[in-house]
């Protein structure tokens, strides 16, 4: 069902702008370094599929990452050099890179033989760098004053690599309705390697900090699992489950160790929530684009993708269940007008008849009380008017 309002686009064209303070960050993916017939070989139909699944997990990641990463431009007496892992051969290099635009993480991708039952790892990429102290702060922190603070509580990573086991039977498709029982989910891999650049990893000290007796004790995390501190083993939950989105259906998280074949599992409310707790601002359910507040531009995102299936956070699927329906309308509702930052924004009239009339068109009742009291009373006034 799509229920168009164009006439109220031009009005809200400014309201949209309003409190835009954040962005949300993006993965730029390098296939370079894979070898000639490997996984992601872009000269075959099953590699640059694979390509496609990787991106589809950098893009559903980055749809609710909402930050600010300062770009790392070296100049003059500043100087960066970094170093990854090269995905393909698994020997340390000086990728071709002189340096990382503002919300961007790079990644290069590759595929080789790695150990037995291994079949993704993701490294973390280093950097030196000299010149002036701002310039060297800014490289280790990408403007995140945590990730200088000690103990640290942040994270501003530029990128590193991910290498996946080129000897795995993969299901590179992006809709799961192909995924058999003798295949392993690429994008399910691709995306938990993802969160482990992201910092998921007791090598990372903000993540690190919050590991106490083989629990993380981080308060998002811990309110994700009913108050209860999840258990970690190094860079994993140990035996965790958790629910994909607000009442979703509950899974294996996705930061578990062990994959099975024919499955796949997405970013749950506990991965999510321990990637608030190292560090990264994390999307409130309705805010499609990413912006910092729920408002009219992304009810027109909805709205637009509404009954849409196989979809993004970014196309208006606020529960993670990958269709755009009543639930996340209702999703939206119940945020709509809100900032991260715990404020509110005004509601104008006639956001408040557009969003009426789409819940009346739908059926679902408006779960935020003052957003209620102001679409029933917007209600009965263009009733009472209609009967004049």
């Known amino acids: 069902m799509k229920f168009r309002l164009a006439a109220f686009c031009a009005t809200m064209l400014v309201l ?6 954040w962005a949300r960050i993006t993965f730029s993916f390098d296939f370079s370094l894979d070898s000639a017939g490997g996984l992601f070989d872009p000269r075959t139909s099953s590699g640059q599929q694979a390509q496609a699944a990787v991106q589809r997990a950098g893009q559903d990641l980055s749809d609710r990452i909402v930050d600010s990463l300062s770009a790392i431009s070296p100049g003059g007496a500043n100087t960066w050099t970094p170093r990854i892992i090269d ?13 990382v635009g503002q919300d961007v993480i790079k990644v290069y991708v590759g595929s080789r033989s790695l150990a037995v039952a291994e079949l993704g790892l ?3 990429g280093t950097a030196t760098a000299a010149g002036s102290a701002a310039f060297t702060d800014n490289a280790a922190s990408r403007g995140q004053a945590g990730a200088l603070a000690t103990p640290k509580s942040d ?3 530029w990128g590193g690599s991910v290498a996946f086991d080129a000897d795995t039977n993969w299901y590179t498709g992006l809709s799961p309705g192909g995924l058999t029982a003798n295949k392993i989910d690429l994008l399910t891999v691709a995306t938990h390697e993802l969160v482990h650049l992201l910092g998921f990893s007791i090598a990372q000290p903000s993540f690190a900090a919050s590991v106490n007796n083989g629990r993380f004790t981080g308060p998002n995390a811990t309110a994700a699992n009913a108050g209860t501190a999840p258990s970690v083993i190094d860079s994993h939950w140990s035996g965790m489950t958790s629910t994909v989105g607000p009442g979703g259906v509950a899974q294996v998280a996705l930061m578990d160790p062990a994959v099975q074949t024919g499955v796949r599992r997405r970013a749950t409310l506990l991965d999510w929530g321990a990637l608030d707790d190292i560090g990264w601002d994390i999307a409130i359910p309705g805010d499609a684009n990413a912006n910092g507040v729920v408002d009219f531009g992304d009810f027109q995102t909805l709205e637009l993708g509404f009954g849409q299936t196989n979809a993004r956070w970014a196309q208006g699927d606020f529960n993670e269940d990958g269709a755009i329906d009543t639930a996340d309308f209702s999703l939206l509702l119940r945020n709509y007008g809100k900032r991260m930052d715990g404020t509110d924004m005004p509601i104008s009239a006639a956001e408040q008849q557009a969003l009426s009339a789409y819940a009346n068109a739908l059926g679902v009742p408006a779960p935020e009380p003052s957003l209620s009291a102001a679409i029933a009373g917007l209600a009965m006034v263009v009733m009472r008017r209609r009967r004049r």
């Open 87 to 99: 995905p393909g051969s698994g020997i340390e290099i000086t990728p071709s890179l002189s340096g």
């Open 155 to 157: 994270y501003g990573p």
């Open 122 to 124: 993701a490294s973390a």
């Open 16 to 21: 949209c702008a309003d409190g835009a303070a």
